[in-house]
């Protein structure tokens, strides 16, 4: 860190923290994280935990979500570049499979999840991300002419967090196989409504119309 300045070094020591969170988190679980482990990991003082941070919590925290919205924006560019919202989904999901459910990036998820449940600020904001990727989806599908822009927008986020859980569990499941049932839901002639069949008079005991 030899020529930097203060503002740089500060900038340094936080990145390198929040880059050994996301390591552990991953590696040993959101409360398996201490401020000692995260000092040695990130090669700093550990004093430096909380000049920079708060507490360890906001720490995590920090790191967890920045982890997701990177994740997100990479997302949401690929549903822009689709030449439809179907196309956009499957790209996206594509992009997910790069995934087996068992890499950092999925454990990283996985716990960020689990935390959001004791951790009231972290699942406020959390929902915040989730909120501004689905109202994204919302727009292409509606722009599109989907007559469920919204369910099909809350459906395919759900889908796709399923998607990275059971990848842990079933090494087997792929995009392939999912795929084609997201396009279905995607599309939009998905769910339109059946025109009623006409109603015809009652004929007379004769046969002719009343």
Same mark, same amino acid.
């Given at each position: ?137 919302? $727009?292409?599908?509606? /722009?599109?002419?989907?007559?469920? @822009?919204?369910?099909? !927008?809350? +459906?395919?986020? %759900?889908?796709? &967090? #399923? ?20 396009? $279905?839901?995607?599309? /939009?002639?998905?769910?339109?409504? @059946?025109?009623?069949? !006409?109603? +015809?008079?009652? %004929?007379?005991? &004769? #046969?002719?119309?009343?």
């Amino acid at each position: 860190m030899s020529g930097q300045t203060n503002v740089e070094r500060g900038r340094e020591v936080r990145s390198r923290l929040l880059a050994a969170a996301r390591e552990l988190i991953a590696e040993v679980g959101w409360s398996g994280v201490s401020t000692r482990v995260l000092a040695e990991r990130a090669g700093v003082r550990y004093g430096l935990v909380h000049y920079h941070f708060e507490s360890l919590q906001a720490l995590l925290r920090q790191a967890t979500l920045e982890a997701m919205s990177g994740m997100l924006d990479g997302t949401a560019v690929l549903l822009t570049e689709a030449a439809s919202p179907a196309d956009g989904v499957d790209a996206m999901l594509a992009e997910l499979d790069r995934y087996d459910g068992t890499d950092p990036a999925s454990l990283l998820f996985v716990e960020g999840y689990l935390a959001a449940t004791r951790d009231g600020e972290l699942r406020a904001r959390m929902g915040e991300l989730m909120v501004g990727f689905r109202d994204a989806l919302t $727009t292409s599908f509606g /722009a599109a002419g989907h007559p469920s @822009p919204d369910g099909a !927008a809350r +459906t395919v986020m %759900a889908v796709f &967090d #399923g998607f990275i859980l059971h990848k842990g569990l079933d090494p087997a499941l792929t995009r392939d196989q999912i795929a084609p049932l997201l396009r $279905t839901l995607t599309s /939009a002639k998905t769910l339109t409504t @059946p025109t009623a069949p !006409a109603e +015809t008079a009652p %004929a007379e005991p &004769d #046969g002719a119309p009343r």
